[in-house]
């Protein structure tokens, strides 16, 4: 049989409505939710990202600035625009957009993450957030939206996930390891592979909970996945290809053979419509929770 497509629009969307109901009882106490999305030159992954954001934070309510730093910046200005939108007072949150320039990777990005406050740090991304996935002391924590989006999607089919074996392709710092790390909170046993794994297919055909996020379309073929498996797809690549009449045209493609993968899986996302909206609408609720977090520091909350 068929999997069934996991809807990630449609849980997006109730998302979204308790977050608009959130900001509207904020907003009624003076306490007007801020999001800031610094964004280091451009890249075409990011702007479709950068449009849903703005896109979501109209529709419920959210201010939404979007601050864009020429691709040429240094590193102590590109840390000094960091410091500073995290130290305006009427700014609740901030999300830095990636990727940044090659130069502003590794060791200068780390900085920034470092220099957040993480209270405002949305996309959970300040190691003291991430630390609280890894202990799994989550309350009072920011944590990462795509790791999020990750787990609501995989309870969505309704399936217990304690006990499960699970399986996380992909172990970068703000999806893959605390996409483990919330696995296992949950009970899950689970394996992390990653490019120097051998023989993929070989824990992937164990995976109860397969969860993808490489970004390589098409990396995990149909006969790689178990009978009956949540698989969450989490790759997101725009490939240039011929459409039917012979146009060159460019589609987005997730890391899942989706047509392969859909006679083996039980329960699958789609891409797009799958991850990408619920990040979105978990940004908005680490939104609204860092809103909150402030508004308690200065006593405007109980």
Wanted: glycine share 10%; net charge neutral.
């Amino acid at each position: 049989m068929p999997a069934r497509t996991i809807d990630g629009r449609a849980l997006a969307q109730r998302l979204r409505e308790q977050v608009k109901r959130d900001v509207e009882a904020l907003v009624a106490l003076d306490i007007p939710p801020n999001l800031v999305s610094l964004q280091v030159g451009e890249s075409e992954p990011s702007q479709h990202y950068l449009e849903s954001q703005k896109r979501a934070c109209g529709e419920v309510g959210i201010l939404y600035t979007h601050v864009r730093l020429d691709r040429r910046i240094g590193e102590r200005q590109f840390l000094a625009h960091v410091d500073g939108i995290c130290k305006n007072p009427e700014v609740n949150g901030l999300i830095i957009q990636l990727p940044v320039p090659k130069r502003l990777a590794g060791a200068p990005l780390q900085k920034a993450y470092r220099l957040m406050d993480p209270e405002k740090d949305v996309e959970g991304v300040h190691p003291s957030n991430q630390g609280s996935v890894l202990s799994g002391q989550v309350e009072g924590a920011l944590l990462p939206c795509t790791a999020l989006a990750v787990l609501a999607l995989a309870r969505e089919p309704g399936i217990p996930i304690r006990g499960k074996e699970a399986v996380v392709i992909g172990h970068s710092q703000i999806v893959g390891k605390p996409i483990s790390a919330l696995l296992l909170n949950e009970g899950a046993t689970v394996t992390t592979c990653h490019v120097d794994t051998r023989d993929l297919s070989e824990h992937t055909r164990h995976a109860d909970v397969l969860v993808v996020a490489v970004g390589r379309p098409g990396l995990v073929r149909g006969d790689m996945v178990k009978e009956g498996a949540i698989v969450i797809d989490v790759g997101l690549t725009y490939v240039d290809e011929r459409d039917e009449q012979g146009v060159l045209v460019t589609r987005p493609r997730g890391d899942v053979a989706f047509a392969e993968a859909a006679e083996r899986a039980g329960h699958l996302t789609p891409v797009p419509g799958g991850v990408g909206p619920v990040t979105v609408a978990m940004l908005l609720s680490n939104t609204i929770q860092a809103a909150r977090f402030q508004a308690r520091r200065r006593g405007m909350l109980k």
